[in-house]
């Protein structure tokens, strides 16, 4: 998945870029980086594989993170309201010491600490 590494470092290039351009002026800029979300399309996707395999939606979900993404730490999908509680934290006052951050919601896939 060359391309998808690809996009992703453009990703962070340009949120870093863009936030050293904007450095001393309020302005801040991160990268917001999801890993597997429920969002309709895996549910569809999902709901697909499960009868395919002739199982439930619990069961196909397992097997993924046992096979697909043993790495997770959380072992399921992320809810899209977890990922927007971290974008609402980023976009608020609060954050403003945050700034030129890749900011991972992953569910402890990646093992790396950087």
Do not use: W
Not at 7 to 13: D, E, G, H, P, V
Not at 20 to 32: E, F, L, P, S
Not at 84 to 98: H, W
């Amino acid at each position: 998945m060359v391309h998808y590494g690809m996009s992703k470092a453009a990703q962070l290039s340009v949120s870093r870029g863009l936030a050293q351009h904007c450095a001393g002026t309020g302005v801040t800029v991160n990268a917001v980086l999801p890993g597997p979300t429920s969002t309709e399309g895996v549910g569809d996707f999902f709901a697909k594989l499960a009868a395919d395999q002739g199982v439930d939606l619990a069961e196909a979900e397992r097997r993924f993170f046992a096979q697909a993404r043993p790495t997770s730490l959380l072992r399921r999908f992320i809810e899209p309201s977890e990922v927007a509680a971290l974008v609402a934290y980023v976009c608020s006052p609060r954050s403003s010491a945050t700034n030129g951050a890749a900011l991972r919601v992953e569910g402890g896939i990646l093992s790396s600490i950087c």
